[in-house]
């Protein structure tokens, strides 16, 4: 029975007064701490950040129900309000509702 051995990984510790700095710079750059490395050695090859959302699925979720509630009152308004600005209100809801689908990862 052959069993494969992985390679040692390569390591970094940063120097101890440096550690928050290199950890802030990790943080703030959204990549993974390899690829943050990788990128700072090779330089332009290296991956995009990875996409991080500010807000919650839940907090997103919520929205696009509400898109939908203000979506309806808005068709309840049809004959009282004037038609330009209600078709402009409706298409601005669209575009909210495609955004909060997107962060949802799912298509509009």
Known sequence: MTEKIREAPISYRPPHELREQFRARVEESGL???????????????????RRTSASRADVARLLAETALLNERLKGLAGDADPSLLED??????????????????SP
Do not use: M, W
């Open 32 to 50: 993974s701490v390899n690829a943050f490395i990788t990128a700072a050695v090779f330089g332009e090859g290296s991956p995009k950040p990875a």
């Open 89 to 106: 209100a409706v298409r601005d809801l669209r575009e909210i509702r495609a955004a909060c689908l997107r962060a949802l990862g799912r």
